[in-house]
């Protein structure tokens, strides 16, 4: 079966970091997205991962490794504006589909 | 670059009623979008996918004949819900996929349009 799990809700305090995980079980795998999604709006592209390993791209980072089916996004020096849901989602070789997770709603405090 | 634009980003409308939703593409080519459908706090669902001048392809349990897709160039698909009744009321929004781009397997998403039926 096809499985995306992440944690429901996360908080965090302004300054520090935090690593959002995602596990998945999927038929089929090309590559693995995160996204950012705030409220009432459309997710935004953060990163992709397709092989093993950390793509960083400023104070967002994320990880992937294809054998344990686990992927991070680490979020670096929080700032307030960062609270919003965080969606993995995995593209399925040969559909170009993507299977969202349940997304992880990250709250950062001052 | 990869903007993706939705219209209208609200309506409101009667029981009974058409309504049409647009998704463009502004900046890049998609010859493959994507229908979602979103609850409130809750993750994306799939509706379908929409291939540029062919038929759209459903997921499961979604009614093609209630949610009819028009895919009628690479920079415009149309979602339209036809005799919308108050359970269609929900937060639908596309996505395209860029041809050209380092990674096409990307989805780039529109603002999202919300739908309420009264």
């Known amino acids: 079966g096809q499985n995306i799990d992440q944690p429901t809700e996360m908080t965090a305090t302004e300054g520090a ?3 959002i995980n995602c596990t998945y079980q999927t038929s089929g795998f090309n590559g693995l997205f995160w996204y950012q999604q705030h409220a ?3 997710p935004t592209f953060l990163s992709y991962n397709v092989l093993d ?3 960083e791209k400023g104070r ?3 990880f992937l490794s294809r054998s344990k089916g686990y992927s991070y996004l680490l979020l670096k020096e929080l700032q307030m504006k960062d609270s919003a849901s965080y969606l993995c989602a995995v593209s399925r070789s040969g559909t170009y589909k993507y299977i969202f997770g349940t997304g992880t709603r990250l709250k950062v405090l001052a | ?8 980003s609200r309506v409101i409308c009667k ?3 058409s309504v049409k939703i647009e998704c463009r593409s502004l900046d ?3 010859t493959t979008m994507f229908w979602y459908r ?3 706090k809750k993750s994306l669902m799939l509706m379908a996918t929409s291939n540029e001048g062919s038929k759209a392809t459903y997921e499961q349990g979604v009614e093609k004949d209630k949610f009819l897709i028009n895919h009628a160039s690479l920079t415009l698909s149309t979602l339209t819900v036809t005799s919308a009744h108050p359970e269609d009321s929900s937060f639908y929004i596309c996505s395209a996929r860029d041809i050209v781009g380092r990674n096409t397997d990307t989805q780039y998403f529109g603002p999202g349009t919300r739908l309420t039926v009264l």
């Not at chain 2, 670059?1 to 209208?8: N, T």
């Open chain 1, 40 to 42: 009432g709006e459309a």
């Open chain 1, 17 to 19: 970091i935090v690593q």
């Open chain 2, 38 to 40: 979103q609850f409130p």
């Open chain 2, 28 to 30: 890049f080519q998609a």
């Open chain 1, 60 to 62: 967002f980072s994320s």
């Open chain 2, 1 to 8: 670059g990869a903007v993706v634009s939705q219209h209208p």
């Open chain 2, 15 to 17: 029981s009974g009623t």
């Open chain 1, 53 to 55: 390993g950390l793509e």
